[in-house]
């Protein structure tokens, strides 16, 4: 079965530092692969995903096949970036699997 | 329209009794779903709807749960006889079936049970 690590819970960088969160995924095949944030107090919602190869609020996330990884990255973080994210990935044609998520503050 | 609501917000419940959770979608989305979050972890699927029918069920969903979407629009989560183990946030989600999987979900804001 298709499974999402995220192998941080918690995550802490200072305003301006690189921000990398990491997820790992297990899937046969070629994934599709998706990124969710929640911001305090709001409605978990789509980040980015992998298919549009876009940057979102300054955030990228690259599918790496042979390490089966799709990080997000942002090369200077902002305090508006603290929020909780999750990694997700399709199972079947119709539903997706959330990673464990990681609350990412970033420190002023 | 405002996006995904649910009803209430917030439930508390005595251990033994039934719930029942609302969940109104964006009008245009003929998918609906619903995920459970507890502490910790990320939101875990339970069920979706494809218009008014039930397309799948996860084994998390006992038969103590029960998902109805009678006229493809709003959907109703039933909870009988509640345990603790139940507590947790209960999210619904919306997406709109162009032919080609969708995953881009909008979610509501959730319905946190506390049960007691």
């Known amino acids: 079965a298709q499974r999402v690590t995220q192998p941080e819970k918690l995550l802490s960088v200072f305003k301006g530092a690189p921000v990398e969160l990491k997820c790992n995924y297990s899937y046969s095949g070629s994934p599709e692969l998706f990124w969710y944030v929640q911001y305090s107090r709001q409605r978990l919602q789509l980040l980015l995903r992998?298919?549009s190869r876009e940057s979102i609020k300054g955030f990228t996330a690259d599918l790496n096949k042979g390490e089966t990884s799709f990080h997000l990255k942002k090369p200077f973080a902002q305090e508006e970036d603290s929020a909780m994210y999750y990694c997700a990935l399709p199972q079947g044609a119709q539903k997706l699997v959330f990673g464990q998520g990681t609350r990412l503050t970033i420190n002023p | 329209d405002t996006g995904v609501s649910q009803d209430p917000r917030h439930k508390i419940t005595k251990r033994g009794q039934n719930v029942t959770f609302r969940c109104d979608p964006i009008s245009e989305h003929n998918r609906l779903y619903w995920y459970r979050q507890t502490l910790g972890q990320g939101p875990e699927f339970l069920t979706y709807f494809q218009n008014e029918a039930q397309l799948e069920k996860s084994r998390l969903l006992s038969d103590r749960f029960s998902a109805e979407r009678p006229k493809g629009s709003f959907s109703t989560l039933e909870i009988q006889r509640t345990e603790q183990g139940d507590s947790a946030m209960y999210l619904c989600a919306s997406s709109l079936d162009t032919g080609y999987p969708n995953y881009g979900y909008t979610f509501g804001s959730g319905t946190r049970l506390t049960v007691v």
């Open positions: 992998h298919i």
